[in-house]
């Protein structure tokens, strides 16, 4: 059972009820979550899981912020607990051409991991443009125009340069 959605972990005792019982059944659990929660208050759910899928949007605080209207120290506080959880730990970087999709970010990026993450896998997500057509039918402006997919060819030189030069094992779970 996979917990995702709007984000599981804002539900912290539904979703601690919710993993006890499974988790007495035997039942395979993981996570997928933006990171921002309290890891104290969690902790106990997360050392049930079977694998934990965590985002890391932007390793700079400052463009954190611009674009999600939040800086990132918890987030980057959280991945590091996790990481030290023992639990399989996969960082997310959702890839966006007018984001965090150019080589600098992604080396602070992979630095980041390496360095506070031992053992952490990486995925790169590439942006899609799915959900615009609910922008239009909520009569809501599109997130940017600005915001592209990065191409295959990025993607691949941003994998190997991680898996590489990081030390970082890169999966896709598509």
Not at 65 to 87: P, S, Y
Not at 96 to 120: L, Q, R, Y
């Amino acid at each position: 059972m996979t917990f995702s959605g709007g984000e599981a972990t804002a539900q912290p005792p539904f979703l601690a009820e919710l993993v006890d019982a499974l988790y007495d059944d035997g039942i395979s659990l993981a996570l997928e979550t933006c990171g921002q929660f309290d890891f104290a208050a969690l902790r106990p759910v997360l050392q049930k899981m079977d694998l934990l899928f965590m985002d890391l949007k932007h390793p700079d605080t400052q463009a954190h912020r611009r674009f999600t209207g939040q800086g990132n120290e918890t987030i980057l506080e959280n991945l590091q607990k996790a990481a030290a959880l023992g639990v399989p730990l996969v960082v997310r970087i959702p890839t966006i051409v007018g984001v965090n999709a150019d080589d600098a970010t992604m080396e602070k990026a992979f630095t980041f991991i390496s360095s506070h993450c031992p053992g952490a896998r990486l995925e790169l997500l590439p942006y899609h443009c799915y959900g615009e057509g609910k922008y239009a039918e909520l009569g809501l402006p599109r997130p940017s125009a600005d915001f592209a997919a990065p191409t295959k060819a990025q993607l691949a030189r941003w994998e190997a340069l991680a898996a590489q030069q990081y030390g970082i094992e890169v999966v896709s779970y598509k």
